[in-house]
């Protein structure tokens, strides 16, 4: 089991991950500064970003001082030298779901972060490109979220050719 980087920040809430060597509860102010440690710490890639909506699980276990807000932001890091694998889960907020981007830190995590953005509607600060990646720029709303209405757009099938 591997622990946290000597520079990181203090209060960083942790425990056991099933399918990583750590799991870490970091505040919204907290997340970059642990980022950038175990940046520091040789954890080369962010293997993934996503965003999830807890919108009808807001009483979802999570280690005491944790504080459940609707979005939470996953962070997955990969230190390939000593084949250990870090987990990020950061509360990202309720109304206006928002955290630091890690652009700074792995430029790999750009189109990420705006499929979070477009998808969830969770914005990263700093991001060099925070617009839409899937849906067309004049959409409006974010398509998995919880809340979001179910739309129907009619689909068109070419008729199948029959047994001959």
Not at 15 to 22: P, R, V
Not at 112 to 123: P, Q, T, V
């Amino acid at each position: 089991m591997i622990s946290l980087p000597a520079r990181s920040p203090e209060g960083v809430i942790t425990s056991e991950g099933m399918a990583c060597d750590l799991l870490c509860f970091p505040t919204v102010e907290q997340y970059p500064k642990l980022v950038r440690a175990f940046k520091n710490a040789g954890f080369q890639m962010a293997i993934d970003v996503c965003g999830v909506d807890y919108l009808e699980q807001m009483d979802r276990a999570l280690p005491e001082g944790v504080v459940a807000t609707r979005f939470e932001v996953v962070v997955n890091l990969l230190n390939m030298v000593k084949k250990e694998r870090v987990r990020i889960r950061v509360q990202a907020g309720t109304e206006a779901p928002e955290v630091a981007s890690l652009f700074e830190f792995y430029p790999g995590v750009e189109a990420m972060e705006r499929e979070a953005f477009d998808m969830f509607g969770i914005l990263f600060t700093a991001h060099p490109d925070m617009t839409r990646i899937l849906m067309p720029e004049d959409w409006e709303g974010h398509p998995l979220r919880k809340d979001y209405g179910v739309g129907r757009v009619p689909v068109q099938f070419k008729e199948a050719p029959g047994p001959r």
